[in-house]
């Protein structure tokens, strides 16, 4: 497996309660650009709309030997899941205004471009603060230890 891009801020900004993975439906040069490792996950997230699962705001750079066959950097990207699993994704992010967020993109073994997606909820200010301090004393903790 190879890790193309990873959304780092999500774990920051987010309680992440489920993960799936979902296929991507690209174009031959996204496919190519992301290989290059030319992807950012900095402000994506997902939307269901008609029963179909996309990628908003998701930005893979153009593919440098792309000429006229060249995407569109930021545009919607359908993501591939089970009909059932897209519905009941559906269900949570209506019921307990929970969102869907991309974690990470990656290659599989047989090449395929795949997308881990989470459920997430997110946090306010005070739980930021909480994981600052406890990544603080954690810190803290190791250095006394290798000292």
Aim: glycine share 6%; hydrophobic share 35%; net charge positive.
């Amino acid at each position: 497996m190879k890790i193309v891009v990873t959304n780092k801020k999500a774990r920051f900004q987010y309680h992440l309660l489920d993960s799936y993975e979902a296929g991507m439906e690209l174009m031959g040069t996204e496919v190519k650009s992301l290989r290059l490792g030319g992807a950012s996950l900095v402000d994506a997230y997902c939307k269901i709309e008609n029963g179909e699962l996309f990628l908003i705001d998701c930005n893979i750079s153009q593919y440098s030997h792309g000429n006229f066959w060249n995407h569109d950097p930021r545009r919607k990207r359908r993501l591939l899941m089970h009909r059932k699993e897209i519905l009941r994704l559906d269900q949570k992010t209506k019921e307990k205004g929970l969102t869907i967020i991309p974690t990470k993109i990656y290659f599989n073994d047989r090449g395929r471009a795949k997308i881990e997606i989470s459920l997430a909820k997110g946090k306010r200010l005070f739980d930021k603060r909480e994981d600052i301090a406890r990544r603080d004393v954690e810190r803290k903790l190791r250095q006394r230890v290798d000292i």
